[in-house]
């Protein structure tokens, strides 16, 4: 029997429904696991998302953009195969993609995770028969620390940086992770601003019903915001701009998977880094994996050599599957700012890297991938 899913130059292909999974060009019918710049792309004549998604694929996409939903769990034909959508806990919406077609499963996760994270669903292991997973740190190295004392740390950091009147610029990931990290705050220690590009997303959650600290929209051509006890949520790309100089004396750290290697924060200048990822570290992965029950297992995105020769040291079946998914790249790389897409701004002092995610193949792999 042919693979119920394949690569083909349009993306990742489902002959038997006739639809793509998260393709790379514009096609008649795209299915989609979230709404990052490497998995959602404008041009498509439908989209297929779930519901709770929406709103932040529809800031993506555009108004012009035919979006249809389903529940988490309900189940549609498409063609000759059934598909539904399932949580992948990567961020709001984020779905894993369930095919089935003549009694055999297939589950492509797109990027997930399984940390507690109050801004979405959590993610719900799918049995399956072939699993297709990213890999993006995939390798035993990463192993993250508990999100609650990630918080601590980053209201500690805050806290410290109000006293001394800087303003605290937190660098994130402008959908997903920058709302996730709004939701960790304590509003209790000064104001929270974002960035135009995390404010149109931090609406977006609002209007999906997802919970946020009063967060506020920063005046234009105004100075010394905050009077130096606020804290900043902005994308990478801010920290090349004047935008931040409105802010008075400032200190900047980032939130990223990442940040768990030294060498990474000094090249960022980072005197800070907290260990945050929407995605899963080593233990989760292999988790995620065994939870499938799938004997079957496709990596792509990341580290997929490597998990790929783990898995198959396990026992399983397992192979690299090359797409042009980029999961979460190094901030060293060139791509890395922001997850792209977002465009521009509502500040036109804060330009926000637009093309990254069309130029950003599997090439832009961790060079610690083929090492
Ligand atoms: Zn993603």
Redesign the pocket.
Known sequence: MPDLLTVTPNGLYCAAGDFYIDPWRRVSRAVIT?A?AD?ARPGSDRYLCAAPGKHVLRTRMGASATIDTIRYGESLTLGDVQVSLHPAG??LGAAQVRVTHRGETWVVT??YKLQADPTCDAFEPVCCDVFITESTFGLPVYRWPDPAVVAGEINAWWRANAAAGRTSVLLAYAL?KAQRLAAMLDPSIGPIYAHGAVMKLVEAYRASGVWLPPTDRVPPRSRKVGGGRGLVIAPPSATRSSWLNRFGETTEAMASGWMLLRGVRRRRNMAHGFVLS?HVDYPDLMKAVELSGASRVLVTHGFSDVVARLLRERGLAAEVLTTRFV?EAPPDDAASDD?AGEGEGDDADAPVTAEAASSRTTTTTPRAASG
């Open positions: 979230h990052h998995h990567h961020l797109g990027d997903g929407d999961g997850d």
